[in-house]
């Protein structure tokens, strides 16, 4: 079918891309790990409208049950309070394992926990997967290339990674979960994808989470100063969370078993970012002050901050055929609105 599919959340009204109904017999069991979080519920909506069965495993640490509230109750899905970093054993066909904070703000408050996310967690759900023959997908993150001396950032990069820094605990418990999901791969045979996915927007993100895209938003919206962080000239490229999803699931379904990056190469300046950002605010009626003019209050840089992100996104074209589709702006709309609706209910 073209017709997209429209969901009703509690808070929000989110419209889905089309979506297509499998043929029944293709019908697969997926354990989604942190599928309550921001991510990990955009892809159980998308694989629930599909048609499969899902289970989706959550310790609520940085996720909610209203993110998957709309689900509780069907008969293709179930939701497990649990904590990754204890095993589990549920038979499934394939596993996306997404559990872990993904905001600097949440993974430094715990570092050791995000530590033992990184590594007990991967290993348990790799463990699970050699044992019922699952296919298995790690969420990784453009973080394994640290602070990177190459640009835009391809696959074959190693990263420049500080493993002492604030930021080593998440960095280094996905560049670790990373050589885990290989050497088991190897010397298990496991069937395994690994997605490094660049910074990610849209409705339902952690809107507390500290990162710049909710920061912005919420600034903009409350007619604060946008608050930028050093000089503003760091660069990030932003996808929206529609196209990481397709990229997910198209990966999940290929055979290519290497990293691929996932993420919207459009790139931008913190700066540039806020000026965008207090626009889109503005046109949708939101509260930014003054005429034409970002109010912005300028801090003291992030220690570590990584200085330039940019994917490139080749073998994700080549290897699995996907490429972004949502733009930056029409992204923004769509979150700016989600936020306003929140800030509003
Ligand atoms: P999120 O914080 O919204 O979601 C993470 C989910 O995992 C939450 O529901 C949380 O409660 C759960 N979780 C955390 N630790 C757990 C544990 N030990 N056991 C069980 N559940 C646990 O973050 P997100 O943005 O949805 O990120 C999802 C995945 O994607 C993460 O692995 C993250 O590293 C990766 N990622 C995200 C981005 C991004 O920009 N959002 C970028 C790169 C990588
Ligand atoms: N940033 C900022 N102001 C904010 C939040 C973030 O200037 O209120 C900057 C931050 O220093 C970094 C970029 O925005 O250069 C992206 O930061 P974020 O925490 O969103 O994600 P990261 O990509 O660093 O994990």
Redo the contacts with the bound molecule.
């Keep these: 079918s073209t017709d997209s599919t429209t969901v009703t959340f509690p808070t929000v009204r989110t419209e889905y891309p089309a979506v297509k109904k499998l043929n029944p017999l293709n019908k697969k069991r997926i354990l989604v ?9 955009h892809l159980v909506d998308r694989l629930m409208l599909m048609g499969h069965d899902v289970i989706c ?8 049950k209203s ?1 998957v509230s709309n689900w509780i109750g069907h008969p293709n899905f179930e939701l497990i309070r ?4 204890d095993p589990i054993m549920v038979e499934v066909d394939q596993v996306y ?7 600097p703000v ?1 993974y430094q408050s715990n570092p050791v ?1 995000t530590l ?2 990184g590594f007990f ?1 991967t290993y348990n759900m790799l463990g699970l997967s050699k044992r019922v023959k699952a296919r298995f997908l790690l ?5 394994i290339y640290g602070s990177p001396a190459e640009h835009p950032q391809q696959e074959e990069y190693w990263g420049h990674v500080n493993p002492i820094g604030p930021r080593a605990c ?1 960095d280094e418990g ?1 560049r670790v979960a990373e050589a885990l999901t290989y050497s088991y791969s190897r010397q298990d045979g496991v069937d395994v994808r690994v997605a ?6 849209g409705p339902r ?2 809107w507390n ?1 500290g ?1 710049v895209v909710s920061n912005f938003i919420l600034q903009a919206l409350r007619g604060e100063e946008v608050t930028i962080y050093g000089d503003g000239e760091a660069t990030r490229s932003f996808q929206y969370i529609h196209d ?1 999803v397709d990229g997910l699931i198209a990966l999940m379904e290929s055979d290519c078993k290497e990293p691929v990056n996932l993420g919207n190469p459009d790139e931008f300046t913190i700066n540039e970012f806020a000026e965008t950002v207090s626009r889109i605010v503005r046109e949708v009626g939101g509260k930014v002050k003054g005429e034409g003019e970002v109010r912005i209050k300028h801090l003291p840089p992030v220690e570590d901050d990584p200085q330039r992100r940019r994917p490139d996104i080749e073998r994700a074209k080549e290897k699995i055929g996907w490429e972004p589709k949502v733009s930056v702006l029409d992204g923004l709309r769509e979150t700016v609105l989600y936020f306003k609706r929140t800030l509003e209910e």
Excluded: Q, W
């Design positions: 790990t942190g599928g309550a979080g921001f991510v990990g519920s495993i959550d310790n609520f640490f940085t996720g909610t993110n649990h904590d990754v970093v394992h997404l559990a872990c904070p993904a905001s949440h926990k033992k996310t967690g969420a990784s993150t453009s973080e998440y996905k490094r996915i660049f910074n990610t927007f993100m952690n989470d990162r990481l």
